[in-house]
C-alpha cells in the first residue's frame, strides 16, 4: 500500500480529533465568541489586532478545523482512486467530507446566529461521525496489507444486532454528555453517583439537575451493556485477535470514561478532565463503529458461504 496514502490517513485522523477536542475547549472556556460574530475572518480581520486567550482559543480551533478539510478532502479522494474496489471506501470516503461540511457549517451557525444548547449539543454528535468515518478509512488502507484477521469473520446474527443497537445507544449518550456540557450543567449536581448521596431517592429539582442525572443514568446503562458485550465477544471469539482487541479496548474505554466523569465533579470541572473525557468517548466511538462495520462484513460472508454450501 501507498505509504504516503497511510502517512495522510494518519495524520487525518489525528487532526480530526484535534477537532473534536478542540471543539469541546471552545464551549468550555466560553469561547465561541472569541473572534466576535465574525466568520470566517475573526473580529471582521483576516489578522485580528487586539489578542485575547478566547480568541486564541477559537481562531486555533478554526484554524485546524481548516487544515482537516483539506486533509480529509485529500484523503477521501485519494482513498476513492487507490482503494475504491473495496466495498466501504466509497461510503466513508462520502461520509467523511460530509459530515465535515455539516459539522463546519453548524459551528459558522453559531457564531454568526447563535443556537440553543440542545441544537448546539448535535455540533460533537456530528464532529464524532465524522472522527469515526476518517478513521474508519484508514483503517481500510492498513487493512489492504492484510496485518490483521479482519476480512473473512463470521459473527452471529444475535451479537451482530447488539453491536448495531449498543453503537446507537452511545450516540444517544455521546447526545445527553454535550447537552450536559452545553446547557453548562456540569455542576448542577455536586456528589457522585447521585445528585445528592444522602438523599438518593429524592428527584432532580432544576432543570439542569434533570439534564446532568439523564446523562448519568444513560451513562450507566450503556456502562454495564457495553462491560457484558465485551466478556462476551472475548468468550465466543477468543481465537479472533480483531475482535477480542476491539472489545478489551472497549472495556479500557469505557471504565475510563466513568472515572473521567466522577473527577469533572470532584475536580469542579478542571480543563484537562473534562477534555480527556470528551476525548475516550470519542474513541470508544471509533471502536464501536469498527464492530459495525466488522458486523455488515460478516452478514456477507455468511451469505456468501450459504451460496457456496
Given at each position: 500500500m501507498n505509504k504516503g496514502l497511510k502517512i495522510l490517513s494518519v495524520a487525518s485522523s489525528i487532526v480530526m480529533l484535534f477537532v473534536l477536542i478542540g471543539g469541546a475547549l471552545v464551549t468550555?472556556?466560553?469561547s465561541g465568541m472569541g473572534c466576535g460574530r465574525s466568520?470566517?475572518?475573526?473580529?471582521?480581520?483576516f489578522l485580528p489586532t487586539e489578542i485575547s486567550v478566547e480568541l486564541i482559543i477559537e481562531l486555533s480551533h478554526r484554524l485546524v478545523s481548516g487544515l482537516s478539510v483539506i486533509l480529509v478532502t485529500s484523503l477521501a479522494?485519494?482513498?476513492?482512486?487507490?482503494?475504491?474496489?473495496?466495498?466501504?471506501?466509497?461510503?466513508?470516503?462520502?461520509?467523511?467530507?460530509?459530515?465535515?461540511?455539516?459539522?463546519?457549517?453548524?459551528?459558522?451557525?453559531?457564531?454568526?446566529w447563535g443556537q440553543d444548547p440542545v441544537i448546539m449539543a448535535l455540533h460533537f454528535g456530528v464532529s464524532l461521525v465524522s472522527v469515526a468515518s476518517v478513521f474508519l478509512l484508514t483503517l481500510l488502507i492498513f487493512e489492504v496489507d492484510?496485518?490483521?484477521?479482519?476480512?473473512?469473520?463470521?459473527?452471529?446474527?444475535?451479537?451482530?444486532?447488539?453491536?448495531?443497537?449498543?453503537?446507537?445507544?452511545?450516540?444517544?449518550?455521546v447526545y445527553t454528555g454535550a447537552l450536559v456540557r452545553h446547557e453548562k450543567a456540569h455542576l448542577a449536581c455536586l456528589d457522585f453517583p447521585f445528585c445528592n448521596n444522602q438523599a438518593i431517592f429524592s428527584l432532580p429539582g432544576t432543570r439542569y439537575e434533570w439534564v446532568?442525572?439523564?446523562?448519568?443514568?444513560?451513562?450507566?446503562?450503556?456502562?454495564?451493556?457495553?462491560?457484558?458485550?465485551?466478556?462476551?465477544?472475548?468468550?465466543?471469539?477468543?481465537?479472533?485477535?480483531?475482535?477480542?482487541?476491539?472489545?478489551i479496548s472497549a472495556i479500557i474505554l469505557i471504565i475510563l470514561q466513568p472515572?473521567?466523569?466522577?473527577?469533572?465533579?470532584?475536580?469542579?470541572?478542571?480543563?484537562?478532565?473534562?477534555?480527556?473525557?470528551?476525548?475516550?468517548?470519542?474513541?470508544?466511538?471509533?471502536?464501536?463503529?469498527?464492530?459495525?462495520?466488522?458486523?455488515?462484513?460478516?452478514?456477507?460472508n455468511e451469505i456468501k458461504n450459504r451460496k457456496i454450501a
Open positions: 468550555k472556556t466560553g466568520w470566517p475572518l475573526c473580529n471582521g480581520k479522494i485519494w482513498s476513492w482512486k487507490k482503494i475504491g474496489h473495496i466495498r466501504e471506501t466509497k461510503f466513508l470516503a462520502f461520509l467523511s467530507v460530509f459530515f465535515l461540511i455539516v459539522q463546519a457549517l453548524l459551528g459558522a451557525g453559531a457564531v454568526i492484510k496485518k490483521f484477521d479482519a476480512d473473512a469473520l463470521i459473527i452471529d446474527k444475535n451479537l451482530r444486532s447488539q453491536i448495531y443497537a449498543i453503537s446507537i445507544y452511545c450516540y444517544v449518550v446532568q442525572m439523564g446523562h448519568r443514568f444513560a451513562a450507566l446503562m450503556f456502562f454495564a451493556w457495553l462491560i457484558l458485550l465485551s466478556i462476551r465477544i472475548i468468550k465466543q471469539y477468543l481465537t479472533k485477535r480483531v475482535l477480542v482487541w476491539s472489545a472515572l473521567s466523569g466522577a473527577l469533572i465533579i470532584y475536580t469542579r470541572v478542571n480543563l484537562f478532565v473534562t477534555l480527556a473525557h470528551a476525548t475516550f468517548i470519542t474513541v470508544l466511538f471509533c471502536v464501536l463503529s469498527y464492530l459495525v462495520l466488522l458486523s455488515t462484513r460478516s452478514k456477507k
